[in-house]
């Protein structure tokens, strides 16, 4: 059984369509990259994935471990394992990063019938996990995201994930805003996860990520649908080709 | 022909049968309060002060003075020790009871006693002090708790003493007083250079529709430190109508934390006068209703003299179909040159149908000041939600968290740390939030 399965979205949003049917099958253990032009619908098919209620679903399933989860709100899913790192992280003055996740943390266990995990064990957690992705210690008691840099907030969402181990990772755009040496730090993070029960979809512009977050698939995402599906050498030939042939033919 | 009865009010009949009741030494002004009200009356909805405050629960009835005392439950009694360790001074339906009081220890320089001490004569100081702020003409809730009161709590700081442990003042209202009033009274001298900490506080019970109408005065000396804590927990069936005067002078610092959660219907006239160079008041409030509550402050910043500083920071969060009113005016006076002012109002709608009316004012008659004054109402930011809830964390709780870190700006200003922390919770039990460790967030 597939980690995720995407049959035939559509979905609206104000009326308009934004996913014109997609289909798209991810296994547990792969990479699968997402490329295409601006306004395609990337980010909206991952926020239509953990459940954002701004958008209406018109057709179409989403399968999770096999289970329809489109009836599910947000925090459900998050529960089971879906997380996606934001675009455009969101600033939450007032609350601060480290009790945030832990109430995260323990929102997540009692999902799954575990206790409350202890005060320093998370500690010692949280540390670890920023360390790994080099995000300075002061940043865990400030508000989530308030004030960060563009950088600090993209590295704080590989932060979340990796403290929070989801099973399904959806990544949006981690890379934009990123110098050369934080890319690296991001991607490391990543690769440091990947394992054979864990899928990844990461939506990017540029094929410099991949270069360290080798894709085993890449879909090519045009107005709404993926018209095109490879492997790790389309993504190569649409950065010295760019999107125009498959904008004109989906067109 | 027979002589037309002149019309005069139900309170005016009640003061003339009544017993003496508030002591001889205060007859005469309580004589000067019922005049007062009769002269004046309850305001009327055109005034324009009153005008969004829907006093017909107040009008339409008679509320008697509470003539007994009712037997506070274990239940209130145990919320006394919420705020802390403090010196203690309790009310019940008004008046003093020894038993729920401590005044055990009571440093040098530091007075506190009930009225109902002081019989046939009070100290000067306290005659003079009182009604010296709330005057009788200024209010007519002031003049029909100047005319009703029978007890109240007198504090007074001497030059240069520094007292750490806050001072309590609690009214509890029991079921004995239901269809009836309560006037609590409260005068606070702090001489120069002294420093002291006030807590006022109203609870009682849930189900008792009674009238507590406080009046509560409070002056600062030159160099003097003042911290006042009112935290306004009235049962949720009382009606609760007080004013507070707080008056600093030359280099007086004077920070004040308004609570008001209880009550059905609930308002607070805060004025506060700025009479010396160099005073500095600082009011942070946060109002917090549900269901069918009304609560509304009312504040006047008098800048009376130059080179004064003062603060007024307001959050509401409002719940089902509550209603709120922050009208706030700073003003300053002419020759009040180098005035400092900044007036915050901020609302946090929860409830559908809930509503919070905002009306910051400036009255500005000098021409070198900085005033400035900002005012919003909104709802919960629903993209912060979204992402707290893709974390896993639930839709109640991610509500919890946001609205604690609203709240919280404010009640981190609160400088007593008992008041403080009872605060947090409070705002925690109210959002439903109590299960889940989101309190260390603040
Ligand atoms: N909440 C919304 N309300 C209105 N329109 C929206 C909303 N979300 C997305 N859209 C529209 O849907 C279309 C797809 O947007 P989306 O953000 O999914 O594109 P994208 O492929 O992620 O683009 P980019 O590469 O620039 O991030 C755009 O036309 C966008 O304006
Ligand atoms: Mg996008």
Same mark, same amino acid.
């Given at each position: ?251 | ?47 324009? %002060? ?5 006093? $017909? @629960? *107040?009008?339409? +009835? #008679?509320?008697?003075? /509470?003539?007994?005392? !009712?037997? &506070? ?84 700081? %001497? ?5 750490? $442990? @806050? *001072?309590?003042? +609690? #009214?509890?209202?029991? /079921?004995?007083?239901? !269809?009836? &009033? ?261």
């Amino acid at each position: 059984m597939a980690l995720l399965e995407i049959r035939n979205l559509h979905v609206s949003v104000e009326g308009t369509e934004v996913l014109k049917g997609v289909d798209l099958t991810l296994d547990a253990g792969k990479v699968h990259a997402i490329m295409g032009p601006n306004g395609g619908g990337k980010s909206t098919l991952a926020k239509v994935l953990v459940g954002d209620e701004a958008y209406e679903i018109t057709e179409g399933e989403v399968l999770y471990n096999g289970e329809d989860i489109l009836e599910l709100p947000p925090e459900e899913r998050a529960r089971m394992g879906i997380f996606l790192g934001f675009q455009y992280p969101v600033e939450i003055p007032g609350v601060s990063n480290t009790y945030f996740l832990k109430a995260a943390v323990n929102a997540i266990r009692k999902h799954h019938g575990q206790d409350e995990m202890d005060a320093m064990d998370f500690l010692q957690l949280v540390k670890e996990r920023a360390k790994r992705v080099k995000l300075d210690e002061s940043l865990l008691q400030r508000p989530v995201n308030d004030g960060f840099s563009g950088g600090e907030k993209k590295r704080n969402e590989i932060f979340h994930m990796s403290v929070l181990e989801p099973k399904l990772c959806i990544l949006d755009e981690t890379d934009s805003g990123l110098d050369i040496d934080a890319l690296r730090i991001v991607s490391d993070g990543v690769n440091a996860m990947r394992s054979e029960e864990r899928g990844f979809l990461v939506i990017t512009h540029y094929q410099r990520l991949l270069d360290y977050i080798v894709p085993d698939v890449v879909h090519v995402f045009v107005d709404g649908r993926i018209v095109k599906t490879g492997d790790k050498e389309l993504a190569k030939q649409l950065e010295v080709e760019g999107y125009a042939a498959f904008e004109a033919a989906a067109a | 022909m027979e002589a037309v009865a002149q019309k005069t009010s139900a309170y005016f009949d009640e003061f003339g049968s009544r017993q003496q009741a508030g002591g001889q030494w205060c007859a005469d002004l309580q004589r000067q309060g019922i005049e007062a009200f009769e002269r004046q009356g309850f305001p009327g909805p055109r005034e324009e %002060a009153w005008r969004k405050t829907n006093l $017909k @629960p *107040v009008t339409d +009835t #008679h509320f008697r003075l /509470a003539e007994g005392q !009712g037997a &506070a439950p274990q239940g209130l009694v145990a919320r006394l020790n919420e705020v802390g360790d403090c010196y203690r001074l309790t009310f019940v339906d008004g008046r003093f009871v020894a038993d729920l009081s401590d005044l055990a220890g009571l440093p040098n320089g530091l007075t506190v006693t009930p009225f109902s001490e002081y019989k046939a004569q009070a100290p000067d100081r306290l005659v003079a002090a009182l009604g010296s702020r709330a005057s009788v003409d200024s209010h007519p809730f002031v003049a029909l708790n100047t005319a009703f009161f029978v007890d109240g709590a007198y504090v007074h700081v %001497a030059r240069s003493a520094r007292i750490e $442990k @806050p *001072v309590a003042i +609690t #009214h509890i209202i029991t /079921a004995d007083a239901n !269809g009836q &009033a309560v006037y609590p009274r409260l005068v606070v001298e702090a001489e120069e250079d002294a420093e002291v900490r006030i807590i006022e506080r109203f609870i009682g019970d849930n189900e008792t529709t009674t009238l507590v109408c406080p009046v509560s005065e409070l002056s600062a000396a030159a160099a003097s430190i003042l911290d006042y804590s009112r935290l306004q927990q009235d049962g949720s069936n009382t009606i609760n109508i007080g004013t507070v005067n707080l008056a600093s002078q030359r280099n007086t610092s004077l920070r004040g934390a308004f609570v008001a959660d209880g009550a059905k219907l609930a308002r607070l006239d805060l004025i506060a006068d700025l009479e010396g160079e160099g005073g500095e008041i600082d009011c942070n409030g946060i109002y917090l209703t549900d269901e069918r509550q009304f609560s509304d402050f009312h504040t006047w910043f008098n800048h009376r003299v130059p080179n004064c500083y003062s603060r007024q920071r307001f959050k509401g969060i409002l719940q089902g179909r509550s209603e709120t009113v922050f009208d706030g005016l700073v003003k300053v006076f002419e020759g009040a040159q180098k005035t400092d002012a900044v007036q915050e109002n901020r609302n946090l709608v929860l409830g559908k149908r809930a509503f919070a009316h905002s009306n910051p004012r400036l009255e500005i008659f000098a021409d070198d000041v900085k005033c400035t004054h900002g005012s919003t109402v909104g709802e919960l930011d629903e993209e912060a939600l979204f992402y707290l809830r893709t974390r896993g964390i639930s839709v109640e709780s991610a509500t919890g968290m946001l609205t604690l870190a609203f709240a919280g700006e404010i009640v981190d200003m609160f400088r007593v740390p008992a008041v403080r922390d009872h605060v947090r919770d409070v705002l925690m039990h109210r959002l439903g939030v109590a299960d889940i460790n989101v309190g260390a967030i603040l």
